[in-house]
């Protein structure tokens, strides 16, 4: 990552900052380009307890090349990430490497297209080389349309795109110098009507990524942003005081949430920005450990930086923080992250207001807070919108006393706000209603910003803000109330957020003791409290692996609560993590249900499921093997020993081998009664070309030899997937053994371990 983040590669000096400080992202191969809704704060939690061996990594320059056992050949890239996680640097970075002769050779042009700038000439009509000489004036001599220069298309930013960008309605069009909307161009330049052989890189944050069908994707990235080591490289880098590093290193580490946003690499600038302000010096005020001190001490520094360099003053702070927290708020309504000069005017801001502005306060408008340079506007990133916002709101009722969350809302109130409490608790409300989480961070924000510590921090930015007081408790305890009443996990995550920014830990406090003693059976637990469970998981270090006894012992006979209970309550604790064990737990088909809606979603990265010494049944069975049937599924190890699987539930299993959507590479049936009919519909399913199972355990099965003649078939047919078959402990005929002794040597069969 390099210091002007958003500034370009053009800018004198960047490819310098850009090579000495860049660290090299994070960017997966994914599986698809399909929405996801969750508020990116909680997406960025999910992805700092992701397994780094979950997927495959590629560096940035080698997006185009197929990895070692592909052959398809990769003409579109779709790059998905949030934002501020890098997926424009890692453009600037590729485009850098290609024109300073170090990667991508083959490649004779490249065309950096970003929407913003597309957006602008959504009403042009002209042909693909009329767009591209606008942009690159210096191609009209060139003929781009033949396929004598190898091309590559790079369209940036595919979620601010305003574009009517609709490919079911889209007409063919495969003439370079015919002229039609710049939509239908970049339509046609993606599907491969319009040069066939370019290449094709968008880049998207998740929420947009399904505009462009898969069908037209040949590989979907995913921009990750930093590992844990890989935030300690870029302060490292970035510092020159080693010392100064480590201390930044340890208090940023000593917040849960702060170091979870320097994922982000954008937040490690920020971070950067005001603890190498504060720490250089022999600062005596508090150092920020939330995220709302965070944002504010930046916003305070940032608008110093013009009397620091004493620039004549045209624009009071306070009116243009008001102004710009007025279109971050309307924008942030509307789902917007980009807007335009009307959106500005709306909110009062001239463009030579901004203007002048930008001249005194370079770095807030045109960088940090972000206005871009030509007529789009946005901020660097959504969470500075959303502390904008959320001050906003906050100033116009202590200042104004209007309630402008009741006027720009959808959901209009009988009752306007009358104390900050009732503001607090509106708030809570209308992020509780939100679908995909966007007023989250904006809750956290507004409630943090109400506290005394960080009163006097807006005191010494806006003179006309004076003290308020509330009842923290009263909004406390209202947010402990609807933890008890809301079931959605990413809600109450971000509640418990919300305890923190308030300064109370009373329920996380409680459960990190129980947690720490290995005892949750001393007392019962109220539905807050296993609320607060879940959250401490699901935000800790360790959640790679989920044991559920250590939930069920004791918890039982006391609370009268069934493992299956318990297990549902600990649901996004089971999604979250790659190994489950439930094993001997008493689970019954009713816990499956749980596990089938766990294997569904997906956030899931559950990758290996226990399911040993539970009554499942063919009920239950039947529904894990629905769920193995899901496309979200990821499941590659299932164990259900002695679960009481008869015929019934194998055939289901059976299914879920055979489609397509399996991942499963080892199935573990040891106790289970199955006879011959089982065998032999499990057997048919290793036949199927779409079957991946690896290794195949079916000891003391009650095989048979009928049995035993219908594995050996399968594995003649389809040899090359199954690799271990453990028939140990069932009681084979003569003859079945004669025909697995010939496996054994057969040379043309590549099973590496058979033991029966």
Same mark, same amino acid.
């Given at each position: 990552?390099?210091?002007?983040?958003?500034?370009?590669?053009?800018?004198?000096?960047?490819?310098?900052?850009?090579?000495?400080?860049?660290?090299?992202?994070?960017?997966?191969?994914?599986?698809?380009?399909?929405?996801?809704?969750?508020?990116?704060?909680?997406?960025?939690?999910?992805?700092?307890?992701?397994?780094?061996?979950?997927?495959?990594?590629?560096?940035?320059?080698?997006?185009?090349?197929?990895?070692? /056992?592909?052959?398809?050949?990769?003409?579109?890239?779709?790059?998905?990430?949030?934002?501020?996680?890098?997926?424009?640097?890692?453009?600037?970075?590729?485009?850098?490497?290609?024109?300073? /002769?170090?990667?991508?050779?083959?490649?004779?042009?490249?065309?950096?297209?970003?929407?913003?700038?597309?957006?602008?000439?959504?009403?042009?009509?002209?042909?693909?080389?009329?767009?591209?000489?606008?942009?690159?004036?210096?191609?009209?001599?060139?003929?781009?349309?033949?396929?004598?220069?190898?091309?590559?298309?790079?369209?940036?930013?595919?979620?601010?795109?305003?574009?009517?960008?609709?490919?079911?309605?889209?007409?063919?069009? %495969?003439?370079?110098?015919?002229e039609t909307s710049v939509h239908m161009l970049l339509m046609n330049?993606?599907?491969?009507?319009?040069?066939?052989?370019?290449?094709?890189?968008?880049?998207?944050?998740?929420?947009?990524?399904?505009?462009?069908?898969?069908?037209?994707?040949?590989?979907?990235?995913?921009?990750?942003?930093?590992?844990?080591?890989?935030?300690?490289?870029?302060?490292?880098?970035?510092?020159?005081?080693?010392?100064?590093?480590?201390?930044?290193?340890?208090?940023?580490?000593?917040?849960?949430?702060?170091?979870?946003?320097?994922?982000?690499?954008?937040?490690?600038?920020?971070?950067?920005?005001?603890?190498?302000?504060?720490?250089?010096?022999?600062?005596?005020?508090?150092?920020?450990?939330?995220?709302?001190?965070?944002?504010?001490?930046?916003?305070?520094?940032?608008?110093?930086?013009?009397?620091?360099?004493?620039?004549?003053?045209?624009?009071?702070?306070?009116?243009?923080?008001?102004?710009?927290?007025?279109?971050?708020?309307?924008?942030?309504?509307?789902?917007?992250?980009?807007?335009?000069? %009307?959106?500005?005017?709306?909110?009062?801001?001239?463009?030579?207001?901004?203007?002048?502005?930008?001249?005194?306060?370079?770095?807030?408008?045109?960088?940090?807070?972000?206005?871009?340079?030509?007529?789009?506007?946005?901020?660097?990133?959504?969470?500075?919108q959303e502390h904008l916002a959320a001050l906003y709101v906050l100033?116009?009722?202590?200042?104004?006393?209007?309630?402008?969350?009741?006027?720009?809302?959808?959901?209009?109130?009988?009752?306007?706000?009358?104390?900050?409490?009732?503001?607090? %608790?509106?708030?809570?409300?209308?992020?509780?209603?939100?679908?995909?989480?966007?007023?989250?961070?904006?809750?956290?924000?507004l409630l943090g910003l109400s506290l005394e510590s960080n009163q006097?921090?807006?005191?010494?930015?806006?003179?006309?803000?004076?003290?308020?007081?509330?009842?923290?408790?009263?909004?406390?305890?209202?947010?402990?109330?609807?933890?008890?009443?809301?079931?959605?996990?990413?809600?109450?995550?971000?509640?418990?957020?919300?305890?923190?920014?308030?300064?109370?830990?009373?329920?996380?406090?409680?459960?990190?003791?129980?947690?720490?003693?290995?005892?949750?059976?001393?007392?019962?637990?109220?539905?807050?409290?296993?609320?607060?469970?879940?959250?401490?998981?699901?935000?800790?270090?360790?959640?790679?692996?989920?044991?559920?006894?250590?939930?069920?012992?004791?918890?039982?006979?006391?609370?009268?609560?069934?493992?299956?209970?318990?297990?549902?309550?600990?649901?996004?604790?089971?999604?979250?993590?790659?190994?489950?064990?439930?094993?001997?737990?008493?689970?019954?088909?009713?816990?499956?249900?749980?596990?089938?809606?766990?294997?569904?979603?997906?956030?899931?990265?559950?990758?290996?499921?226990?399911?040993?010494?539970?009554?499942?049944?063919?009920?239950?069975?039947?529904?894990?093997?629905?769920?193995?049937?899901?496309?979200?599924?990821?499941?590659?190890?299932?164990?259900?020993?002695?679960?009481?699987?008869?015929?019934?539930?194998?055939?289901?299993?059976?299914?879920?081998?055979?489609?397509?959507?399996?991942?499963?590479?080892?199935?573990?049936?040891?106790?289970?009664?199955? /006879?011959?009919?089982?065998?032999?519909?499990?057997?048919?399913?290793?036949?199927?070309?779409?079957?991946?199972?690896?290794?195949?355990?079916?000891?003391?099965?009650?095989?048979?030899?009928?049995?035993?003649?219908?594995?050996?078939?399968?594995?003649?047919?389809?040899?090359?997937?199954?690799?271990?078959?453990?028939?140990?402990?069932?009681?084979?005929? %003569?003859?079945?053994?004669?025909?697995?002794?010939?496996?054994?040597?057969?040379?043309?069969?590549?099973?590496?371990?058979?033991?029966?």
């Amino acid at each position: 990552m390099f210091e002007c983040l958003y500034e370009g590669t053009a800018k004198q000096g960047t490819p310098t900052l850009l090579n000495e400080i860049y660290t090299e992202l994070y960017i997966t191969e994914s599986d698809s380009g399909e929405i996801n809704n969750e508020h990116e704060v909680r997406q960025i939690e999910a992805q700092s307890r992701r397994a780094a061996t979950e997927d495959t990594p590629i560096k940035c320059r080698d997006i185009f090349r197929a990895l070692p /056992g592909q052959d398809k050949a990769i003409r579109t890239v779709l790059t998905k990430g949030v934002a501020g996680i890098g997926k424009t640097v890692s453009v600037q970075k590729f485009i850098l490497d290609w024109a300073e /002769g170090k990667e991508n050779q083959d490649v004779q042009l490249i065309f950096p297209l970003p929407f913003r700038e597309l957006n602008l000439m959504k009403d042009e009509k002209l042909s693909l080389l009329d767009l591209l000489h606008v942009f690159f004036p210096e191609t009209k001599e060139m003929k781009i349309s033949s396929d004598e220069y190898k091309v590559l298309f790079i369209f940036d930013g595919l979620d601010e795109c305003r574009l009517p960008i609709n490919f079911d309605s889209s007409e063919t069009l %495969q003439d370079a110098t015919k002229e039609t909307s710049v939509h239908m161009l970049l339509m046609n330049l993606i599907v491969g009507n319009l040069l066939p052989s370019a290449l094709i890189w968008i880049t998207s944050r998740p929420a947009a990524a399904d505009l462009i069908p898969s069908e037209c994707v040949h590989r979907v990235t995913e921009v990750r942003g930093f590992s844990d080591p890989q935030k300690e490289e870029y302060f490292r880098k970035r510092i020159s005081d080693q010392s100064l590093t480590e201390r930044i290193i340890s208090h940023l580490k000593s917040s849960r949430s702060l170091f979870i946003m320097c994922h982000i690499p954008v937040f490690c600038w920020i971070s950067v920005a005001v603890l190498e302000k504060m720490m250089r010096k022999s600062w005596k005020g508090k150092i920020p450990k939330t995220l709302t001190e965070m944002y504010t001490h930046f916003l305070i520094i940032q608008t110093n930086i013009k009397h620091e360099k004493d620039y004549e003053k045209k624009v009071k702070d306070e009116d243009m923080i008001l102004k710009l927290g007025k279109l971050a708020f309307q924008q942030l309504v509307k789902g917007n992250l980009i807007f335009y000069e %009307q959106d500005l005017n709306e909110c009062g801001i001239e463009l030579t207001e901004a203007s002048v502005y930008s001249g005194l306060c370079t770095q807030i408008f045109r960088e940090e807070l972000g206005l871009y340079q030509g007529k789009v506007f946005c901020f660097v990133h959504l969470s500075l919108q959303e502390h904008l916002a959320a001050l906003y709101v906050l100033l116009s009722f202590l200042l104004d006393k209007r309630d402008v969350l009741n006027e720009n809302l959808s959901s209009k109130h009988a009752h306007e706000c009358r104390t900050i409490s009732d503001l607090h %608790q509106r708030a809570v409300d209308e992020a509780l209603q939100s679908k995909n989480g966007h007023m989250d961070l904006f809750l956290r924000f507004l409630l943090g910003l109400s506290l005394e510590s960080n009163q006097m921090l807006l005191k010494g930015l806006l003179i006309d803000v004076r003290n308020f007081s509330y009842s923290k408790k009263k909004i406390a305890s209202y947010i402990k109330t609807e933890i008890t009443a809301n079931p959605s996990p990413e809600k109450y995550i971000n509640l418990f957020h919300c305890l923190n920014e308030l300064g109370d830990h009373s329920l996380v406090s409680e459960i990190q003791n129980y947690l720490r003693s290995g005892d949750l059976s001393s007392t019962r637990l109220s539905s807050s409290q296993w609320s607060a469970v879940v959250f401490v998981l699901l935000t800790s270090q360790q959640s790679d692996k989920f044991d559920l006894s250590k939930y069920v012992s004791g918890q039982y006979n006391e609370n009268h609560m069934s493992p299956n209970d318990i297990l549902l309550k600990l649901l996004p604790v089971v999604e979250a993590s790659r190994s489950a064990q439930v094993s001997n737990c008493g689970i019954t088909a009713e816990g499956c249900a749980a596990l089938y809606s766990a294997l569904r979603t997906n956030s899931s990265h559950l990758r290996e499921l226990d399911l040993t010494l539970n009554s499942l049944g063919d009920a239950g069975l039947t529904l894990i093997s629905e769920g193995l049937k899901d496309p979200c599924c990821r499941l590659e190890k299932l164990m259900l020993r002695y679960c009481d699987i008869t015929a019934e539930g194998c055939a289901a299993l059976a299914s879920a081998l055979k489609s397509n959507s399996s991942h499963l590479r080892e199935l573990n049936l040891t106790g289970n009664k199955l /006879g011959h009919i089982s065998v032999k519909l499990l057997s048919d399913a290793l036949k199927h070309p779409h079957c991946r199972l690896e290794i195949l355990k079916l000891r003391d099965c009650g095989v048979t030899a009928e049995g035993c003649a219908a594995l050996t078939s399968a594995l003649r047919s389809n040899p090359s997937h199954l690799r271990e078959l453990d028939l140990f402990g069932n009681k084979l005929r %003569q003859s079945s053994v004669k025909l697995l002794a010939a496996l054994k040597v057969d040379p043309h069969y590549k099973l590496e371990m058979l033991l029966y």
